[in-house]
């Protein structure tokens, strides 16, 4: 069974499913998707390409590289932003409204963000390194293990 249908799909199951052979109209089929008695959502599929042959290889000549590393020296660092204030523009603002009206959305000029970094090592973990304007990875990475 396919995991997506069109809407001309749900219309031919519908049609094929019914006794009768009754014919829906797309629009019937919208309105009960909208009004909550067709368990239905409109997503739009994540895009994510299959492994190749190659990307598994290059994978297992990675891992095979650090087989044999101390993992006692190494530290993994990460930074993360957490945006408060932020509301979505363009394709992830979309809504259903009525034909003709335009939904107006609420944005923030200057959003207010906090830059955070960490590191896990065998050790343990880092505390929280709260960053405030620019930096690289590099004196962020420093900043964390000193």
């Not at 660092?77 to 034909?99: E, M, R």
């Amino acid at each position: 069974m396919k995991h997506k249908l069109s809407l001309n799909d749900v219309k031919k199951r519908l049609y094929s499913n019914s006794r009768g052979k009754v014919d829906v109209s797309k629009s019937t089929i919208l309105r009960a998707v909208k009004n909550g008695r067709v368990p239905l959502i409109f997503a739009k599929a994540s895009k994510k390409p299959f492994l190749t042959e190659q990307h598994k290889q290059l994978r297992l000549e990675f891992a095979s590289r650090f087989m044999d590393i101390d993992w006692d020296s190494v530290m993994f660092t990460d930074s993360k932003y957490f945006i408060f204030g932020y509301q979505p523009t363009g394709k992830l603002a979309a809504v259903w409204c009525k034909k003709g009206d335009r939904p107006k959305i609420p944005t923030v000029k200057k959003v207010k963000k906090i830059h955070v970094y960490a590191g896990i090592s065998v050790h343990g973990v880092t505390p929280l390194f709260f960053v405030q304007g620019t930096s690289d990875a590099r004196e962020c990475a420093t900043s964390v293990t000193s």
